[in-house]
């Protein structure tokens, strides 16, 4: 662009630029470059073993990349702590395993975080909780210890846990995964309203209609690399590479 020739970064939220993840020297991700803009929904689809987490867990460094890099906002992260610290702060993660703390209530396990790491008031952190309870419709079962919840209401719970943070991006891995689909439809219309929004979200699904309906743009990954990024209307309906195609008949027809 003229009078911006000096700049390299896009105006992208979140860019992986040229990210690969191994595991003891054995590379699982190739060479993954993506930019995510602000208030966008990327459905990350593929087969088991395509590397769909790795690459996620690479985003806010649970994994950090073997290669490439992870810029947040145009700036580099993960290199030292302080930059890591900020990585953890503006990325929440949702897990297919809830990972709440069985003693503590609903409220507790949402305020830990911003008390303990962000340093916020006792009182201030509770209000921002049950702000956070209510959004993913929680608000009666503040005083609720886990093991009380479903597991959709868990979830929700663990949603609301890394909205209390205040993330710039949140990113699902299979967050629906382990419900029933009743319960896995709480869920999804709960992360139907982050999208609406406009919370920047990458999300890791087995479920076609939310990546058709809900996503922007569909990245289809297999044997480690993107074989195909589109809207995703295209590609769900109109998939180019023979792989794609593949894998989106064979998850229809099961
Ligand atoms: N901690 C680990 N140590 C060693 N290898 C791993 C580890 N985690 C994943 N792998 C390997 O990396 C590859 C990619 O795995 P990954 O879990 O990222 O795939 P995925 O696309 O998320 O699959 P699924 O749909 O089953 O969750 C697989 O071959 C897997 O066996
Ligand atoms: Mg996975």
Do not use: W
């Not at 195609?245 to 064979?250: E, G, P």
């Amino acid at each position: 662009m003229q009078g911006r020739s000096m700049s390299t970064t896009s105006n992208a939220l979140l860019s992986l630029d040229g990210v690969c993840v191994a595991y003891r020297q054995h590379e699982v991700v190739h060479d993954v470059s993506l930019d995510v803009a602000a208030g966008e929904v990327v459905a990350l689809i593929g087969p088991s073993g395509a590397g769909k987490s790795s690459l996620l867990r690479a985003i806010n460094f649970l994994e950090p990349p073997s290669k490439g890099r992870i810029l947040l906002e145009g700036r580099e992260v993960g290199g030292t702590r302080r930059s890591l610290d900020a990585l953890r702060r503006d990325v929440g993660m949702v897990f297919q395993s809830f990972n709440l703390f069985p003693h503590l209530t609903a409220l507790e396990n949402v305020m830990l975080a911003p008390v303990h790491t962000l340093g916020v008031p006792t009182e201030q952190a509770r209000d921002r909780a049950m702000k956070q309870l209510a959004h993913v419709g929680l608000a009666d079962h503040a005083d609720v210890k886990p093991s009380k919840c479903s597991g959709g209401q868990q979830q929700r719970i663990a949603i609301a846990r890394a909205l209390a943070m205040e993330p710039k991006v949140m990113l699902f891995d299979e967050p629906t995964s382990s419900l029933d689909p009743e319960l896995g439809a709480e869920v999804l219309a709960t992360m139907r309203t982050l999208a609406g929004e406009g919370m920047t979200m990458v999300v890791v699904t087995h479920e076609m209609h939310f990546a058709e309906d809900v996503a922007d743009r569909v990245v289809f990954m297999a044997d480690g690399r993107v074989v195909e990024v589109n809207s995703a209307g295209k590609l769900m309906r109109d998939p180019k590479h023979p792989r794609t195609q593949r894998f989106l008949d064979a998850v229809r027809n099961r």
